[in-house]
């Protein structure tokens, strides 16, 4: 009987172990990708944006893919507005939630430092600013399933959708909660660096008491295929937008010319 049960439960591992394996072998990412883009503000080139996915370790117990973002501005951009900003997402890779956002802005003479931690069990969230003569710390609540900035774009690679299907998710961040949706809108081809490629191009719709209060307005073009690569963005800010166009990528499972 012993010999038995000990059978089925290597049977039962040897099970889920392919299930994971499969699991992996499926996913739309992978750690090591990076993926820079070409970043330009209306019709002049303003920089370059990068994003990168690796392995975070682990937060509360909590095995975390880190998602690091550097924007920088180049030297002609930089005489109007310099920009170089860092952000860190440590994303729960069971379940898909954030768990410790970092964020470094420098932004002409906006400077800041924040630090965000989650608890995603409880709802609840803090997040400590750092400025010169000390640090300010608050609580908040946070919505179900948190996400910040970045980790809705690989939230969004996880999905399964077609044109004309919404998108739910939640975002809590600097001490606010918005409830976002994600249109699926349409399919456009785009010439990338994979070559010409169909992709949809997804849209946010965000509850107006949301729009007074963020600038996370964003739509997101990712590739019809298993791999889901955002290949371009477009951010609206109160003076105009961004359009960020990937111009290299490293291991996303897509072929590239490198």
């Given at each position: 009987?012993?010999?038995?049960?000990?059978?089925?439960?290597?049977?039962?591992?040897?099970?889920?172990?392919?299930?994971?394996?499969?699991?992996?072998?499926?996913?739309?990412?992978?750690?090591?990708?990076?993926?820079?883009?070409?970043?330009?503000?209306?019709?002049?080139?303003?920089?370059?944006?990068?994003?990168?996915?690796?392995?975070?370790?682990?937060?509360?117990?909590?095995?975390?893919?880190?998602?690091?973002?550097?924007?920088?501005?180049?030297?002609?951009?930089?005489?109007?507005?310099?920009?170089?900003?860092?952000?860190?997402?440590?994303?729960?890779?069971?379940?898909?939630?954030?768990?410790?956002f970092i964020k470094r802005i420098s932004e002409g003479s906006w400077k800041?430092?924040?630090?965000?931690?989650?608890?995603?069990?409880?709802?609840?969230?803090?997040?400590?600013?750092?400025?010169?003569?000390?640090?300010?710390?608050?609580?908040?609540?946070?919505?179900?399933?948190?996400?910040?900035?970045?980790?809705?774009?690989?939230?969004?690679?996880?999905?399964?959708?077609?044109?004309?299907?919404?998108?739910?998710?939640?975002?809590?961040?600097?001490?606010?909660?918005?409830?976002?949706?994600?249109?699926?809108?349409?399919?456009?081809?785009?010439?990338?660096?994979?070559?010409?490629?169909?992709?949809?191009?997804?849209?946010?719709?965000?509850?107006?008491?949301?729009?007074?209060?963020?600038?996370?307005?964003?739509?997101?073009?990712?590739?019809?295929?298993?791999?889901?690569?955002?290949v371009k963005l477009v951010i609206d800010i109160k003076y105009g937008s961004?359009?960020?166009?990937?111009?290299?990528?490293?291991?996303?499972?897509?072929?590239?010319?490198?």
């Amino acid at each position: 009987m012993k010999i038995t049960k000990i059978l089925i439960l290597i049977c039962l591992l040897i099970l889920l172990s392919l299930s994971l394996l499969h699991a992996q072998e499926k996913a739309s990412f992978k750690i090591g990708e990076k993926l820079i883009y070409s970043t330009n503000f209306g019709i002049i080139n303003a920089g370059t944006f990068t994003m990168s996915l690796e392995d975070g370790g682990k937060i509360m117990g909590h095995p975390c893919y880190l998602i690091k973002t550097l924007s920088r501005t180049n030297p002609v951009f930089d005489l109007v507005y310099k920009i170089r900003d860092e952000t860190e997402s440590y994303w729960d890779k069971d379940q898909f939630v954030v768990r410790k956002f970092i964020k470094r802005i420098s932004e002409g003479s906006w400077k800041q430092y924040r630090i965000h931690y989650y608890f995603p069990e409880d709802t609840t969230y803090y997040y400590v600013t750092y400025k010169k003569g000390g640090q300010t710390k608050k609580q908040s609540t946070s919505l179900v399933d948190p996400q910040d900035t970045y980790t809705i774009i690989y939230w969004v690679r996880l999905q399964e959708f077609d044109v004309g299907d919404t998108l739910h998710l939640n975002i809590s961040l600097d001490g606010d909660n918005h409830p976002i949706k994600l249109l699926v809108e349409k399919k456009e081809i785009l010439n990338t660096v994979f070559g010409e490629k169909e992709c949809f191009k997804i849209i946010p719709i965000i509850p107006e008491v949301s729009q007074k209060r963020t600038t996370i307005v964003m739509d997101i073009w990712v590739t019809d295929d298993e791999y889901k690569i955002p290949v371009k963005l477009v951010i609206d800010i109160k003076y105009g937008s961004f359009t960020l166009m990937l111009k290299d990528a490293e291991n996303t499972g897509s072929r590239t010319n490198n």
